[in-house]
């Protein structure tokens, strides 16, 4: 059994968890744990009624549990709150596509105090969210859509999201220069906040050191570089080059994800932005590099003598051994 839906985040080609969990996107993660521990006691197959079980195992199974894996780890909760803030960019800059089905999501894009509206509003709608599981997923769409629709007034506000707005107190006096060996080290060139500079030139150090403790320090620092400069292509380009580093070292399709949409926006912001044009060249690379590696990994094998059998081999025959005409 699988799942589809086509509203809210998820037209957008967006897994939204939290829908999936009936949480507003800001939720702490000791709120999720507790969402997720009532979403699974109520798909209990010894709570579930008989002809509700096969829904309810596939809801836990590929919704529920997933969610709540990418929401309960500190670092993919962080990467997915990178992700719903581009989203949140992404939303305004194609406001006209946006289209809305449920009546409390066109309510909440044009009222006032959008933010206590949208948490209460989810909150009543969440409340019933697993309780006819035959509704189950039009309900994890409307919750969709109130998350749509808060992204893109958040961004529309001018706060983004999660935006934190304490101002930067402590900033070392020196800052460590990064080597210019390897991908896109060159240090930021353009004129900016100086603050951004320094943010992004000690990530360039760290992410020169090719390790994952210092790939998690560069992130933080770009993070903050992100915060005061939301439009840094520098802190972009960088934050790009990272993820595409992290894959290197632990493959993973969300870093992939990351740094295919950083070097995008950094690019976007300025066409010229070193460090994105140097790790957009080495993602087409590792693009044509595994296409040339399935397509050999697809040729025709070398013949090999094998004894004739009747039937032409079989099941497993025409599975391993079968001769291609």
């Given at each position: 059994?699988?799942?589809?839906?086509?509203?809210?985040?998820?037209?957008?080609?967006?897994?939204?968890?939290?829908?999936?969990?009936?949480?507003?996107?800001?939720?702490?993660?000791?709120?999720?744990?507790?969402?997720?521990?009532?979403?699974?006691?109520?798909?209990?197959?010894?709570?579930?009624?008989?002809?509700?079980?096969?829904?309810?195992?596939?809801?836990?199974?590929?919704?529920?549990?997933?969610?709540?894996?990418?929401?309960?780890?500190?670092?993919?909760?962080d990467e997915y709150a990178i992700l719903l803030k581009m989203m949140g960019k992404r939303?305004?800059?194609?406001?006209?596509?946006?289209?809305?089905?449920?009546?409390?999501?066109?309510?909440?894009?044009?009222?006032?105090?959008?933010?206590?509206?949208?948490?209460?509003?989810?909150?009543?709608?969440?409340?019933?969210?697993?309780?006819?599981?035959?509704?189950?997923?039009?309900t994890i769409a409307d919750i969709s859509e109130l998350n749509l629709v808060y992204l893109?007034?958040?961004?529309?506000?001018?706060?983004?999201?999660?935006?934190?707005?304490?101002?930067v107190t402590r900033l070392p006096m020196t800052t460590q220069p990064p080597t210019t060996?390897?991908?896109?080290?060159?240090?930021?060139?353009?004129?900016?906040?100086?603050?951004?500079?320094?943010?992004?030139?000690?990530?360039?150090?760290?992410?020169?050191?090719?390790?994952?403790?210092?790939?998690?320090?560069?992130?933080?620092?770009?993070?903050?570089?992100?915060?005061?400069?939301?439009?840094?292509?520098?802190?972009?380009?960088?934050?790009?080059?990272?993820?595409?580093?992290?894959?290197?070292?632990?493959?993973?399709?969300?870093?992939?994800?990351?740094?295919?949409?950083?070097?995008?926006?950094?690019?976007?912001?300025?066409?010229?932005?070193?460090?994105?044009?140097?790790?957009?060249?080495?993602?087409?690379?590792?693009?044509?590099?595994?296409?040339?590696?399935?397509?050999?990994?697809?040729?025709?094998?070398?013949?090999?003598?094998?004894?004739?059998?009747?039937?032409?081999?079989?099941?497993?025959?025409?599975?391993?051994?079968?001769?291609?005409?």
């Amino acid at each position: 059994m699988s799942f589809e839906f086509n509203r809210g985040l998820f037209k957008f080609d967006f897994i939204d968890h939290h829908a999936i969990l009936g949480m507003p996107i800001d939720a702490s993660a000791g709120e999720i744990r507790k969402r997720f521990l009532k979403i699974a006691r109520r798909l209990h197959p010894d709570i579930c009624k008989a002809e509700d079980k096969q829904m309810a195992e596939a809801l836990l199974s590929k919704l529920a549990n997933p969610a709540y894996a990418k929401l309960s780890n500190d670092r993919e909760r962080d990467e997915y709150a990178i992700l719903l803030k581009m989203m949140g960019k992404r939303l305004v800059q194609e406001d006209s596509s946006v289209s809305l089905k449920s009546d409390a999501a066109k309510q909440l894009l044009q009222g006032a105090a959008f933010e206590q509206t949208y948490k209460n509003t989810l909150a009543q709608i969440a409340e019933k969210q697993y309780d006819n599981l035959s509704q189950t997923l039009e309900t994890i769409a409307d919750i969709s859509e109130l998350n749509l629709v808060y992204l893109l007034r958040k961004e529309r506000s001018g706060s983004g999201l999660k935006k934190d707005p304490r101002p930067v107190t402590r900033l070392p006096m020196t800052t460590q220069p990064p080597t210019t060996a390897g991908v896109g080290a060159t240090a930021p060139t353009s004129r900016q906040n100086p603050y951004v500079e320094q943010y992004c030139n000690r990530a360039a150090g760290l992410i020169h050191k090719n390790d994952l403790n210092s790939l998690m320090m560069a992130r933080k620092e770009l993070q903050e570089a992100l915060k005061l400069d939301a439009n840094s292509s520098t802190a972009h380009g960088l934050m790009g080059k990272l993820y595409f580093a992290q894959n290197q070292i632990k493959p993973s399709t969300a870093y992939m994800t990351l740094a295919k949409q950083h070097v995008t926006q950094a690019l976007k912001l300025n066409p010229q932005e070193p460090v994105a044009l140097e790790v957009r060249k080495l993602i087409n690379q590792m693009v044509a590099k595994a296409a040339i590696t399935r397509q050999t990994a697809g040729a025709k094998s070398p013949k090999k003598t094998e004894p004739k059998s009747n039937g032409g081999g079989g099941l497993f025959g025409g599975l391993f051994g079968g001769k291609k005409k």
